[in-house]
């Protein structure tokens, strides 16, 4: 039977894919106690990575897109940390959004958003977070956007 919230993200025409494998020497998530610490996670879809530096080869907008796919991998790796049932998730407590943008480029906010709108949407009033917003020179595989989280669950 199909919970809550994976009901939400269908209506949202989003499926979450199997969680993504780490790619160096790292777990995807530790749980402690009923908080969730899901690792970074890089903007990639169903082509592969979305790769590419955001205010030269991307637009604001295609960096939001890609902040998305990373909050897909996001919950993802919290249903993997759920054995399964997302719908143990109290909250989402901080996302730390990390930019491959130029030096000049100063919207990194409005790309993280792709994220923070996304997990409100589906998520509600549990979607709410706290949040950081950085640009970084570059990203692991030339990845446009990576996002690491920490949830509450029950």
């Avoid at 994976?6 to 402690?32: K, M, Q, S």
């Avoid at 082509?47 to 590419?52: E, H, K």
């Avoid at 796919?69 to 996302?95: E, F, N, P, T, Y």
């Amino acid at each position: 039977m199909t919970g809550k919230i994976e009901t939400r993200l269908a209506e949202l025409g989003v499926t979450l894919p199997d969680a993504p494998a780490p790619a160096a020497n790292y777990v995807p998530f530790v749980t402690i106690g009923d908080m969730v610490y899901v690792s970074g996670q890089v903007s990639a879809d169903d082509s592969g990575f979305i790769t590419g530096k955001v205010g030269a080869d991307l637009t604001t907008e295609q960096g939001a897109a890609a902040a998305k796919r990373c909050a897909i991998s996001l919950l993802a790796q919290l249903k993997a940390a759920c054995d399964g049932d997302i719908d143990r998730l109290v909250r989402v407590v901080k996302l730390v959004g990390f930019v491959n943008s130029t030096a000049d480029y100063t919207e990194q906010p409005k790309v993280i958003n792709g994220a923070s709108d996304f997990l409100v949407e589906a998520l509600g009033d549990a979607g709410r977070h706290a949040r950081s917003a950085v640009s970084a020179a570059a990203l692991p595989l030339g990845v446009a956007v990576e996002i690491e989280a920490i949830f509450q669950i029950k």
